[in-house]
């Protein structure tokens, strides 16, 4: 059968919305539950949109060509109930495989998420079927939607924000159903319209997992980077809350150095030894820079040069002039020693080799990584061997680089040994310092990386924060680590990461550009049934979470994809 000329109108619509369904519910789930979703609306997608075509296929009754608009229609309904059924679940990612209540709430997510793909595919697939002498014409209809799609929604996420960005992308599908349809069709589309656009407003708060904020929310933003929101405490202190995972404190300043200057502190890292012995010519580089906290303590120091790098476009945007915050952060971004830069800090370092007396990377990869998908399963460059070759090479003669992070310091630490061996330094050892700060919910570990070999009275006191002597709030891991170091920092330095590896309960290996899986710490021979019982988003005890779920995707390729697959030679005729 030719294909009419609504048809490729129809196919480029449905096209456009299957696929911008795909961008807009990723952003959504991963902040507002965990990083799986990011890979499992992906998979999910090319499933049902697969199974709805193999339905056509088993049930005739699916495949009549009166049924085109009412696939369509179920389609877009179907998407505009789905985020906020899965986000009202009550569902626990962490607790999926301990408690069979949670399995059951997980198993109806993935029918609520996989139903509109399952609706839309079968719509798709009686299109392609019912018009097949005129396929290059569909095709080219469905891929020129499926452009305009990606695009669209990463516009309309930006200029409207992703929630109501979800609930417009249901359009093109009603108006798809509209076309494909007959009397009853047309007039459930309309209603499914009507239903969108009513839902328009108040969609930000129904498209949102009930939660306890940290603290009251003043301001919020979501775009196709990020939710943002910045929670007001009852102390005037504000904090940016990325993702619902990570934060990240605004520098709030009110311009007036004297008297900030005359004020201690309250910075765990201050590398103010370092910066004075510059004599006031240091070129700082913030990896990460946040709220500006980091800029604010370089500018206080007497940095000639504060480079602030954020990969957050939004953030920079608050500070910048004519932000939200630029008056309350001391319009410190239009201080003319502040050059803020929108981008990856990796790809900056690489275009400015040799250029940084002093790069600072305070948590650059926190917990907002593990809600946007760069946690565990998913890539991460910021902490390879290679990022520390460019973060080194990055530096001037004189220059320092100062990492701290969580979770991820024996990785670090070889793989800076590494990364300074590419750079042609014969003793790595003779250039590293690594300090514990026991403080807090997570004791964080931080190195202090030089370009040339680090002095003793480098190593003794980078961070005005050792002169208080006490272990509690500071204490060095190497080299000649502090009686109450536990961390196994000076083994790894003095014998090697793979002697210390076999009793370590987590992974020590250095992660690469070809294997950047840092945060992947679990080992198989860790796995055990309280384990599944009590699963954590991390992996920092040993606990195999990453492997766990790729065991979990071979079953479903062994239980599910394989006997779907088999289905056809069940029946008989062609298969």
């Known amino acids: 059968m030719t294909a009419r000329r609504n048809d490729f109108l129809i196919i480029a619509l449905a096209s456009a919305s299957l696929v911008a369904l795909e961008i807009a519910w990723t952003r959504i789930l991963s902040a507002e539950f965990f990083y799986t979703f990011a890979f499992l609306i992906l998979s999910l997608a090319i499933l049902g949109l697969g199974l709805g075509g193999l339905a056509l296929r088993l049930f005739p009754g699916l495949a009549r060509p009166d049924r085109l608009g009412i696939h369509f229609l179920a389609a877009a309904a179907l998407a505009l109930a789905g985020p906020p059924a899965v986000l009202h679940l009550g569902l626990d990612i962490a607790k999926i495989f301990g408690a069979w209540a949670m399995a059951w709430r997980a198993l109806a997510a993935l029918a609520f998420l996989g139903s509109a793909f399952f609706a839309g595919g079968m719509g798709v697939a ?43 992308l249901v359009l093109p599908l009603a108006a798809a159903a509209f076309l494909a349809g007959g009397r009853r069709v047309k007039a459930a589309a309309l209603a499914v319209t009507a239903a969108a656009l009513a839902l328009l407003a108040p969609a930000p708060r129904f498209m949102a997992r009930p939660r306890k904020e940290l603290a009251p929310v003043v301001h919020r933003h979501w775009d196709a980077t990020s939710l943002l929101k910045v929670n007001a405490f009852e102390d005037g202190f504000l904090n940016l809350n990325i993702d619902n995972a990570a934060n990240t404190p605004l520098a709030l300043f009110d311009g007036n150095w004297e008297a900030f200057r005359a004020q201690p502190f309250p910075a765990l890292m201050d590398p103010k030894p370092l910066m004075d012995a510059m004599g006031g010519s240091c070129r700082f580089l913030s990896i990460g820079a946040g709220g500006g906290r980091d800029a604010l303590l370089a500018l206080r120091n007497g940095a000639a040069e504060v480079h602030a790098v954020e990969v957050n476009p939004y953030i920079n945007r608050l500070l910048l002039p004519g932000g939200r915050y630029f008056e309350a952060t001391g319009r410190m971004y239009a201080d003319p020693r502040v050059k803020v830069v929108t981008e990856d800090a990796r790809t900056y370092v690489r275009r400015n080799p040799g250029r940084f007396d002093l790069a600072f990377s305070l948590s650059s990869n926190s917990f907002a990584a593990l809600a946007s998908g760069a946690f565990a399963m998913s890539e991460n460059y910021v902490f390879t061997t290679e990022a520390m070759r460019d973060y080194v090479r990055a530096l001037s003669p004189r220059g320092f680089l100062i990492m701290e992070h969580q979770f991820y310091m024996p990785r670090i630490v070889s793989e800076a040994l590494d990364g300074l061996r590419a750079c042609g330094v014969e003793r790595p050892e003779r250039h590293i310092a690594v300090y514990a700060i026991p403080q807090g919910r997570y004791p964080r570990q931080v190195i202090v990386v030089g370009r040339q070999p680090l002095t003793p009275e480098q190593i003794r006191r980078p961070f005005l924060n050792l002169d208080a002597g006490d272990p509690k709030v500071m204490h060095r891991l190497y080299p000649d680590p502090d009686p109450a170091a536990r961390a196994p920092i000076d083994r790894i330095v003095r014998e090697g990461w793979r002697k210390v590896d076999a009793a370590s309960p987590t992974d020590l290996s250095p992660a690469t550009d070809d294997r950047p899986f840092i945060a992947v710490q679990g ?53």
């Open 523 to 575: 080992r198989l021979r860790n796995l055990d049934l309280k384990g599944l019982r009590n699963l954590t988003t991390f992996e920092i005890q040993g606990f195999p979470l990453a492997k766990v779920m790729a065991l979990a995707v071979l079953a479903v390729a062994l239980l599910l994809v394989l006997p779907l697959n088999a289905l056809p030679w069940l029946r008989r005729g062609p298969r």
């Open 126 to 168: 009686l299109l392609f079927r019912t018009r097949f002498r005129d396929m290059p014409g569909l095709y080219r209809a469905d891929l020129a939607g499926a452009g305009l799609g990606a695009l669209g929604i990463v516009l309309l996420m930006n200029a409207v924000e992703t929630p109501r960005a979800t609930v417009l």
